[in-house]
């Protein structure tokens, strides 16, 4: 079966107005930077737009119209005179080819008439119609080629939209409002939907619909990368320790506090690597420092205090979770609490999800081989063994890793690519950042269950409801929700 034609655009328009953002945000291409400076653009340039190493889609950034009135009294003339079905944009770059005047519209033309290319004309709704304006837009009707007009109304105070649609009404059957630096997926696949409607012809189609089921599977393939990034990241972060021998109890001190720094450097450094591969995921050229609301650090305390979940919620999470967190203390020791980890694990759970749930993320330390129930419960004794084990055991971890990862994502999901400015992390309207506290007491459970699953030494015991692999899949399914319910906000 034959490949259906890449269906192409020339992106028309007066000098900045939004042009390049248009194809910026439609093309993803990092290498697509709008220029503020009037006629930046000189030369048309095609942007191939590929999924998975095929071309899909074809953009071509144009200069902006240098002399439309004097080139639309041209068309105008030559419509009187020349034969009906005169392709008027070729005898057009024919006779002006060496023409100064027109050398702009000689080259912006210049993919329409060579490669077919349908024309996408943009105009600024903040902007007020001009002379210039009416040209362009009866000379590209003369044209007689496929055609769609698009509003990208900038944010600015003066709004001439519904005269723009007035307008434009007399010369493109088709037109559509489209805000470059806030369109989000949905607005860009309806904009691929609409633009397929331009040309009639059999291959057109056919091509357009390979491109829009194209756009539609990659952005549930990105979504799904994002989720098992996502999770990757939380289970090693997790299950991460850092560990340290030692001879003397002397040295022991000193050990401790190298061993909390060790710790915290690897943990954050697994953290920035998922990091980066989201902002990698959704093609975004912004360095991890220039996020506004990451550059506070994850063990920093007001990180603590502001994600994850309220200390009720813990309680309540931790309950729900309780028996599992449980079933884990009894892995971790050995199984030598006789089953009163998973008796009692409701209650110590919740108990200490409340008396220790907002702390800050401490680094706990543990002796291989040594039980590991609550210091309080725990038998005691001297300190022993010849080596030191760092880990965070704070019941909140899970959360706080989650919660910076999914600002990450819906700062990234949505954002038109034309943007430029800094990527700031939201907050919700009552002041609570992050995601984690709308949740379900069943969803902050599996989040729980996961974490204990990560723990080291953690093993499946008769009486456990379900693996590592069905925990871990449990886990992907709850992320991946929580990122399919942000995309679509």
Not at 336 to 344: N, P, Q, S
Request: with cysteine.
């Amino acid at each position: 079966m034959p490949t259906p034609p890449v269906p192409s655009f020339a992106v028309l328009g007066v000098v900045n107005e939004g042009k390049t953002s248009v194809v910026a945000t439609l093309s993803e291409d990092p290498n697509v930077t709008p220029d503020p400076t009037p006629g930046a653009t000189a030369r048309c340039e095609a942007f191939p737009i590929k999924i998975d190493g095929r071309e899909v889609l074809r953009l071509y950034d144009t200069p902006g119209f240098q002399n439309s009135v004097r080139a639309l009294a041209w068309f105008r003339e030559q419509s009187k005179t020349q034969p009906p079905g005169t392709d008027l944009l070729t005898l057009f770059r024919k006779t002006h080819a060496a023409n100064p005047h027109f050398a702009n519209e000689c080259e912006l033309f210049r993919p329409i008439v060579e490669e077919n290319a349908g024309i996408l004309y943009v105009v600024d709704g903040s902007s007020p119609i001009g002379q210039n304006y009416r040209a362009e837009m009866e000379m590209l009707w003369l044209s007689g080629r496929p055609r769609m007009a698009l509003i990208n109304h900038k944010d600015a105070d003066d709004d001439y939209t519904a005269a723009w649609e007035t307008e434009l009404g007399k010369f493109f059957n088709l037109k559509r409002r489209f805000n470059a630096h806030r369109a989000t997926q949905r607005d860009r696949l309806d904009l691929l939907r609409a633009l397929q409607q331009i040309d009639s012809r059999p291959e057109w189609k056919s091509g357009f619909e390979t491109a829009v089921a194209a756009f539609e599977q990659r952005w549930v393939q990105r979504r799904l990368d994002a989720a098992r990034t996502v999770v990757r990241m939380a289970g090693d972060c997790l299950g991460y320790v850092e560990k340290a021998n030692y001879e003397h109890e002397a040295e022991v001190p000193g050990i401790k506090r190298r061993l909390e720094v060790d710790y915290q450097k690897n943990v954050v450094g697994i953290e920035r690597r998922a990091h980066e591969r989201l902002l990698t995921i959704y093609a975004h050229p912004v360095a991890l420092e220039e996020l506004a609301g990451l550059d506070v650090g994850l063990f920093h305390e007001a990180t603590w205090q502001t994600l994850g979940l309220t200390r009720d919620q813990l309680v309540w999470a931790a309950t729900a979770g309780g028996a599992t967190a449980g079933i884990a203390i009894d892995a971790m020791a050995g199984g030598h609490t006789l089953l009163a980890g998973t008796v009692i694990g409701g209650l110590l759970g919740g108990a200490g999800a409340f008396f220790g749930g907002k702390r800050l993320g401490e680094v706990t330390f543990d002796l291989p081989g040594a039980s590991r129930l609550p210091a309080w419960l725990a038998p005691r004794g001297k300190l022993g063994g010849q080596q030191l084990q760092a880990s965070c055991r704070n019941v909140d971890f899970v959360f706080v890793l989650l919660d910076r990862a999914l600002l990450l994502y819906a700062a990234l999901v949505n954002r038109a690519h034309a943007r430029r400015d800094a990527i700031r992390l939201g907050a919700s309207e009552d002041g609570v950042k992050g995601y984690t506290h709308e949740w379900s007491r069943e969803a902050r459970g599996v989040c729980l269950e996961f974490a204990a699953s990560r723990r080291d030494r953690w093993r499946k015991l008769p009486w456990s409801r379900r693996g590592k692999e069905e925990i871990e899949e449990a886990f992907f399914q709850q992320v991946d929700g929580a990122l399919q319910r942000i995309g679509e906000r």
